[in-house]
């Protein structure tokens, strides 16, 4: 089996990525939905607008919460565990699973203003959209979230030493 080595630089500067990428990509499907697709505008006031709205405000709620519970349970597992390697793919696990709950309530929300056209669902895809952002990865953060040991924190100061080991997929 292939194994695919990486530094903390590597490591960190992909994690950034990725929430990177989650961010644009409800960013960028937001302003398309409201500036490019123009969302459906000769609806007349219903009751399925206030049922959207609704609906998008409590999958955003359950959505966060679960992130955070979720997130909280794997940090444990990650806690647990005796390799760095192990506890920096544990975490990487557990942090984009916490990106992805809150990107895709945001990315619902967007929807749903596309099939109503109210505004009110834009502004409760910002506040999805403000959680992610606020979640963005950061040193200080991870080295908390963690508890590294003395001698864990110098292999992450350290360029040459590669922390994270993953498995290499096959290229046909």
Do not use: C
């Amino acid at each position: 089996m292939l194994i695919t080595q990486q530094n903390f630089k590597q490591y960190f500067s992909i994690l950034r990525l990725l929430h990177l990428a989650m961010t644009a990509a409800v960013v960028v499907f937001g302003f398309v939905a409201h500036f490019v697709l123009i969302p459906v505008q000769d609806l007349k006031p219903n009751d399925y607008a206030a049922l959207f709205v609704n609906i998008a405000a409590v999958y955003l709620a359950i959505a966060v919460a679960l992130s955070y519970w979720l997130f909280g349970v794997r940090l444990n597992v990650a806690k647990q565990q005796t390799s760095l390697s192990d506890k920096l793919n544990t975490y990487r696990a557990a942090t984009i699973l916490r990106f992805a709950l809150i990107e895709g309530a945001a990315l619902l929300t967007v929807v749903f203003y596309l099939l109503t056209g109210n505004l009110v669902l834009l502004g409760i895809a910002g506040i999805g959209l403000v959680v992610l952002l606020l979640h963005h990865p950061n040193l200080v953060k991870l080295k908390m979230d963690l508890d590294l040991s003395p001698a864990d924190l110098a292999r992450l100061e350290d360029d040459a030493d590669m922390v994270v080991q993953l498995p290499r997929l096959r290229r046909f």
